[in-house]
């Protein structure tokens, strides 16, 4: 073996074969230098252990012996290539400057360079899951000489590979993705005096003969390059995918239901990775969308982690989960299993059915990892916040066939007023199964247990003030809430070749709750409250499945990406409340003693089952001109008891948007959409009520500044809901309505994320919401108000700083700032919720396997106020002064 390593790094030759087929290899020729950056820990080279298979050589390197012949433990890649009895981890004390990545050809194989001549004191870590190989490279980063942080992206450089990509993922770690359409790469070692090699090939290459890349490739570095002097020198084009741990995401799927850049896609979506929920240490989905513009909470389950949420002015109960329907606003979504949140702006029914005209916010949850990979953690708090959590995940097998992951935590605390208590448990395992190359079967199930007695509601007095302490219970301490929110099923994907596929999946959420509580409806006098009280158990069942085929192909020199389906959901409600009757509260002088009545008993049922049918073409008429085209036919079927009959409707839900991107940089995009909504009711005639619709026109700009590292997306929209319900001023019948309501909401939205300088991240945004009503029958009339919990104005700035060398080195802090205007409480706007400004903060530590921080939510102690309900009594406090510290380690 050379010596040349000591003195120049070494050379690591990781062949890549989709089908484990080691075959010859016929590679592409081309080399690139290009641009960007994440986060991730660092670990050893010993993680790579199960994909390394035996090297066979390529251009006289020699072989390097493989990790199964050598004795354990392996902690860095200078151990692959010296025989050590008693090997020992070698620290990094300075990151090493990876000055350039290069693409060249080989008679085996494409290599992917890193350059540098440190290379031995580099560590790798295996990130890899699906079809994706993913590996994280510690104590290094993509630096020209100049200082400048380049990212290096390749599209389509072979049959059956998608994309790979070079990229810091954060401060200290360079993350390498190669994205398989069909199988898992694999990997042979050998050392060279270059510095760290990546040589890919698919089975499908290996029967071709090379090809040229193509003419559309060029570098994405705005570095100055040498103009290549034949075809074979032509760079290939470079930029981020996959996963990643920092802020700036550049793909999602919820928008199309394909993997889609957001660049490509002519609607505003806003992503919130993982990173950030790490970072501000986010307890439910409401806090965790508040990095979004146009987001607001409108409703909770008495603090129970679900409800719903305010999108561009409109209410939307819940959330969907993968893509497909999940829990309303009565379901329980726990933070633990997530590993994403995508937020889609606008109407949503071309792909996801009845859905209000302002947007759905998407879950992605975890998903198994082919890797070993072990997460403890504890926190502590303010309160007696006490919360424990582990996510474990891995092979179940030799041959990485049967992969599982469980996530699961548990988590107590007092309230901020008296009597109130919360306890939230969590489990979710989850199992991928691959039978064979192209079909995969996961099986995931969630349980969410909420146990507690929440905090009230206060309340606002004649005069539109509020006159009560936040601590002041307004309620009578009851039994409390028992909330379990179960979700189970799978998912199948079956690829019939690289370019189609079959995806069927199917989900029921069963949600049972529990309660004995009071809750404030009217303050009489302004002191006395009277309450709704009840003993209720209630069920909320949801039943979906889908099933659709996605295709790639090409009419003449145009790519097209097809995506036609079909679901099913049935969503059943048994509702059975027993009435009581207690006093009415004095809220300057509280008696919880009270004697209660028992009243009647009630039982309700209702079921809507709707099916729908989907069809979208994704067509590239050029590079830079990309037109997005759909519809979504529905029926529905409501049935809301004895008394009425059942009704039935049905929709058509049109897309369509355009994408010029003049840059590589900038995109310009508009689009038209339509959303639906069933009613439910009868007219006075006896009629049933036609849906309500929602119609968008959008336009906007998405641009990425300062080497690609920070994403903006620029969005100016309109939306008109129309068929809504008022009341029939020729019937003296309150149950009967008339269907002669609109509402209209026009706004500018403004996204930021990613990465300004190396170590400080940052996700800002800012809505303008104009949303009123247009009109409208009702006495007084409303026409001209606002809606409801709707700011004009909201703001946020979250960004964290880390420092990248020296003593501080894993040292970060972040700064948070939440405003929101002020808002009407009602319809009627009778009276405001006021602004406010929430100012949070962290200081974390960062050292290999090891995560220690405090997070404060709303550092300076600030009164506000959430959200109303749509009624002075019950409006929602925001909590004060919270401190949590936490601490994980990862192995």
């Known amino acids: 073996m050379k010596n040349s390593w000591l003195y120049s790094g070494f050379h690591l030759w990781l062949a890549l074969s989709l089908s484990g087929c080691l075959s010859a290899l016929v590679m592409m020729p081309g080399s690139a230098q290009v641009k960007s950056e994440s986060n991730v820990n660092s670990a050893a080279l010993s993680n790579l252990t199960p994909l390394l298979k035996a090297g066979k050589g390529n251009r006289n390197y020699p072989r390097i012996r493989q990790l199964s012949e050598v004795e354990p433990p392996i902690t860095n890649a200078q151990l692959l290539l010296v ?99 069909a199988a898992m790469p694999t990997v042979e070692l050998f050392d060279d005096n270059t510095g760290l090699v990546f040589g890919i090939t698919t089975a499908a290459t290996a029967m071709q003969p090379p090809q040229q890349p193509q003419a559309s490739q060029k570098p994405t570095s705005e570095t100055p390059q040498q103009k290549p002097t034949t075809q074979e020198d032509e760079p290939i084009e470079l930029v981020v995918t996959g996963e990643q741990d920092g802020y700036r995401v550049q793909d999602a799927t919820t928008a199309t239901r394909t993997d889609t850049p957001l660049r490509d896609i002519p609607q505003s979506i806003q992503v919130v990775p993982r990173q950030v929920l790490e970072d501000r240490n986010v307890r439910t989905l409401t806090e965790a969308v508040e990095t979004v513009s146009g987001v607001t909470s409108a409703d909770t389950v008495f603090n129970a982690p679900g409800g719903s949420y305010t ?57 198994p990892l082919s890797e070993p990979y072990y997460n403890l953690e504890f926190q502590a708090g303010n309160r007696d916040l006490y919360e424990s959590s582990i996510d474990f995940s891995g092979p179940l097998n030799d041959d990485k066939t049967l992969l599982y992951r469980l996530n699961a935590s548990y988590e107590s605390s007092n309230g901020f007023q008296d009597f109130v208590t919360s306890h939230l448990t969590t489990i979710a395992p989850s199992i991928t199964w691959k039978l064979g190359n192209r079909t995969d079967l996961n099986l995931y199930y969630e349980s969410t247990k909420f146990n507690g007695i ?41 690829k019939f070749s690289d370019n189609w596929q079959l995806r069927n999946n199917f ?69 059975n409340p027993t009435y009581l009757s207690v006093p009415a509260l004095d809220v300057f002088n509280p008696n919880y003693n009270i004697p209660i009545t028992t009243l009647d008993t009630s039982t309700s049922y209702g079921t809507i089952q709707s099916y729908g049918f989907y069809l979208q073409d994704q067509i590239s008429f050029q590079d830079n001109l990309k037109l997005l085209i759909g519809g979504r036919f529905d029926w529905i079927s409501q049935n809301n008891g004895i008394d009425q009959p059942e009704q039935n409707d049905n929709a058509f839900s049109p897309r369509i948007g355009l994408v010029y991107q003049p840059s590589k940089s900038v995109s310009l995009y508009t689009s038209y959409s339509q959303s639906f909504n069933p009613n439910s009711g009868l007219n006075g005639d006896g009629s049933q009520f036609e849906p309500t619709k929602g119609t968008q026109y959008e336009a906007g700009i998405k641009a990425d500044f300062l080497e690609n590292r920070l994403s903006t997306t620029l969005a100016v929209y309109q939306i008109t809901k129309t068929n809504i319900t008022t009341d029939d001023p020729n019937n003296d019948d309150p149950n009967y309505f008339i269907q002669i309501g609109e509402v209209r909401s026009q706004g500018i939205e403004l996204d930021i994320t990613g990465e300004i300088l190396p170590g400080w991240k940052a996700i800002a945004s800012y809505a303008y919401t104009n949303a009123e009503v247009t009109e409208d ?103 004060p002064f919270t401190i949590i510290g936490s601490i994980s380690w990862e192995f």
């Open 83 to 181: 025989q050590s009895p008693t090997p020992q981890i070698t620290p990094i004390s300075e990151i090493i400057q990876i000055t350039g990545v290069k693409a060249n050809s080989t008679d085996k194989g494409v290599e992917i360079i890193l350059q540098t001549p440190l290379g031995t004191q580099l560590q790798i870590r295996n990130r890899s899951t699906g079809n994706n190989f993913i590996a994280d490279v510690s104590g290094g980063q993509l630096r020209l000489a100049s200082g400048e942080a380049f990212t290096f992206r390749s599209e389509k450089p072979l049959a059956g590979i998608t994309e790979i990509t070079v990229t810091n993922i954060d401060a200290n770690t360079v993350r390498v993705t190669v994205v398989g359409v």
């Open 311 to 367: 999108i561009r002015g409109f209410e939307q109960a819940g959330n969907f989960r993968n893509g497909y329907r999940d829990v309303g606003s009565f379901g329980l979504t726990s933070t633990a299993s997530i590993e994403r949140v995508e937020v889609l702006k606008g109407p949503a029914s071309v792909l996801f059915g009845a859905v209000e005209p302002g947007g759905i916010i998407n879950v992605i949850t975890k998903q």
């Open 454 to 494: 929440p905090e009230s509601f206060n309340t606002f007095f004649s005069d539109n003030t509020i006159k009560l302490p936040r601590s002041r219970y307004l309620s009578y301490p009851l039994d409390g809430q028992h909330y379990t929110t179960q979700k189970y099923g799978y998912t199948l994907n079956h």
């Open 507 to 575: 989900s029921i959420t069963a949600f049972n709750a529990i309660e004995e509580y009071t809750v404030g409806t009217d303050l009489v006098d302004d002191r006395f409250l009277e309450q709704y009280a009840a003993r209720r158990n209630y069920m909320v069942d949801n039943y979906f499945g889908q099933i659709d085929l996605v295709g790639k192909f090409n009419t003449g020199s145009i790519p097209h990406q097809l995506v036609f389906g079909f679901d099913v959901n049935r969503n059943v409600t048994i509702f």
């Open 777 to 879: 029958n009702s006495d007084p009339p409303t026409v001209g108000n606002r809606l409801e919990d709707v700011p004009k104005n909201q703001a946020s700035l979250w960004t964290t700083y880390e420092f990248q060398n020296g003593d501080f080195k894993g040292l970060g802090f972040g700064l948070g700032l939440f405003y929101v205007d002020t808002r009407a409480g009602d319809l009627a706007n009778e009276f405001e919720i006021p602004d406010y400004l929430r100012t949070d903060a962290a200081i974390y530590y960062r050292r290999d396997a090891l995560k220690a921080a405090i997070n404060i939510r709303n550092l300076f102690d600030t009164e506000y106020f959430v959200d109303s309900n749509g009624t002075r009594a019950r409006v929602k406090t925001g909590a």
